[in-house]
């Protein structure tokens, strides 16, 4: 792993992987994603679980999802990771909390105890994405939208 | 008013949106113009990073309809922060309209067509929650 003089995770050689990172604390949000920014991901903020399946179901492409257990809305973290589980199972999930979750490790693929470093969560990341490959989310709509009309995001095709 | 046309780099916007499909798309193509974008889901966070933060914020576009009162944060701006600038929305092509004119002043590179960023964001609202084929039936959770 390379650092930068600050003590990040340098961006060198890492490619442009896309983490979805659902947090409702703007701080946390912030401050992971900058870390994520940082060592070159791409990164979609969702502020709830609610926002992060309405966009994977939508067909937004994403090679990790990086959340936060207690979460407000309809479901928190927990629901997030059984719906990833169910709907898209080639997609890792990585959890954080403050307290450890009640089920069992085959809901994620890493956990992560609060208060975190979030180069500690780049890195894990990292490893993530790599034994994944290029990451395994569903093709968006769009992306197949485009295979079918030439216009990735024209309504009336 | 706030000066958003030197070093975009160095400029960070605060973008309050709660509608996400329209939020990320703004976000990325703010970004991709050489923008920092805090995003914020509500009024309740972003009147905290405005108050709060350590870091300068240059400008703030916020969506009328914000959960938590986009006007509210006007106001705050207009009581606590009156040097910054806030572009209000509240449709997606007065997203795509305001985005689309912070990129112009910028000298980032790569902006994405703003026809195209609201081609997108419609498409995406008009397909929100469409289970995606072969990852199983859109469950009630």
Redesign the interface.
């Known amino acids: 792993m390379n650092r930068a003089p600050d003590g990040r995770v340098a961006p060198n050689d890492t490619p442009r992987h896309v983490v979805m990172v659902v947090e ?1 604390d ?2 946390i ?2 401050m992971i994603s900058d870390e994520l920014r940082g060592a070159g991901f ?1 990164v ?5 679980a609610d ?1 992060a ?8 492409r994403v090679s990790t999802v990086f959340s936060d257990i207690r979460l407000p809305g ?2 928190n973290g927990l ?1 997030l990771a ?2 990833v589980r ?3 199972p080639d997609l890792p999930i990585l959890l954080a909390s403050s307290d450890l979750p009640r089920d069992d490790s085959t809901l994620h693929d890493g956990f992560f105890a609060k208060p975190y470093d979030p180069r500690t969560i780049v890195e894990a990341i990292r490893s993530v994405v790599a034994r994944n490959g290029s990451g395994a989310s ?1 093709l968006p ?2 992306d197949r ?1 485009k295979q079918r009309s030439g ?5 009336a095709g | 008013m706030t000066d958003l046309s030197s070093a975009p780099a160095t400029r960070t916007i605060l973008l309050a949106e709660d509608e ?2 329209i939020r ?1 798309p703004i ?2 193509h703010l970004r991709e113009c050489g923008y920092r974008v ?5 009024a309740h ?1 972003a009147i ?2 405005l108050d709060h933060a350590d870091f300068a914020i240059n400008a703030v576009i916020t969506n009328l309809a914000l959960a938590g009162d986009g006007f509210g944060i006007a106001k705050w701006v207009r009581e606590h922060r009156p040097e910054l600038t806030v572009l209000l929305t509240g449709t997606p092509e007065r997203s795509v309209d305001v985005a689309a004119g912070l990129c112009r002043e910028s000298s980032g590179r790569g902006a994405v067509d703003p026809q ?1 960023l609201l ?2 964001i ?3 609202l ?7 084929p ?3 039936a ?2 009630a ?1």
């Open positions: 409702d703007i701080w949000r912030l791409e979609i903020e969702c502020g709830s926002e399946i309405d966009l994977l179901r939508g067909g937004t309809s479901i629901g059984k719906t169910q709907e898209f569903p709509l769009h939208f216009d990735p995001y024209d309504p | 996400v499909f990320m976000a990325k805090i995003e914020a889901v509500t966070e905290d990073v195209l081609r997108r419609r498409w995406l008009a397909n929100r929650n469409r289970p995606v072969g990852r199983g859109q469950r959770v």
